[in-house]
């Protein structure tokens, strides 16, 4: 495996709004509740009670599928894919789970963002880090280099999910046009 040296740290712009609030792991397992969590805006306990009712194991081994992932998300109106692979980040779709600081299989997930450019502002790529222990200069970076990154890069795709027989979602915190502080 190849890990990343993605290029030089840039800042996000001072007017830009994040359009998700971050949630912070609370155990060593829970990263993908997290992420969940703070894509449908919902808190941590919330989305775990949704786990645990859904079959998720409250004590011994534990590990949530995509299936299971998949399945909440779907209640906050989200599409999230089973498991997917690219080599450059520049494949990465719009919003993502990835599969970061990855060691003998096990990995833990971040939410990436692609944020479009337009004329004010240029595109950008944000990960928001639900590590509890990530300092806050991490929490919402486009700096990551307190990442391991390695390719081939795994992740779970993120998207509204489309209602029967449409053509396109509506559009949700999960389509990612650049967007502003009021001034």
Request: hydrophobic share 45%; proline share 8%; with cysteine.
């Amino acid at each position: 495996m190849a890990t990343s040296k993605l290029n030089p740290p840039k800042v996000i712009p001072a007017d830009f709004q994040y359009p998700f609030k971050r949630v912070a792991m609370e155990e060593r397992w829970d990263d993908s509740m997290a992420c969940l969590a703070t894509v449908s805006g919902q808190s941590l306990d919330a989305i775990k009670k949704l786990a645990y009712t859904m079959g998720l194991p409250k004590v011994g081994p534990i590990w949530p599928a995509t299936a299971l992932i998949g399945k909440i998300g779907a209640m906050f109106g989200l599409s999230i894919s089973e498991w997917k692979e690219v080599g450059s980040v520049d494949a990465l779709p719009p919003c993502a789970f990835l599969t970061v600081d990855v060691k003998d299989d096990y990995g833990r997930f971040v939410v990436w963002t692609h944020f479009r450019g337009d004329d004010k502002q240029e595109a950008m790529n944000i990960v928001c880090d639900v590590g509890s222990w990530v300092e806050p200069k991490s929490h919402v970076t486009r700096d990551y280099s307190h990442l391991r990154i390695d390719f081939p890069l795994w992740y779970l795709e993120v998207a509204p999910k489309a209602a029967a027989g449409a053509k396109a979602a509506t559009p949700t915190a999960v389509e990612t046009p650049v967007k502003t502080k009021a001034k």
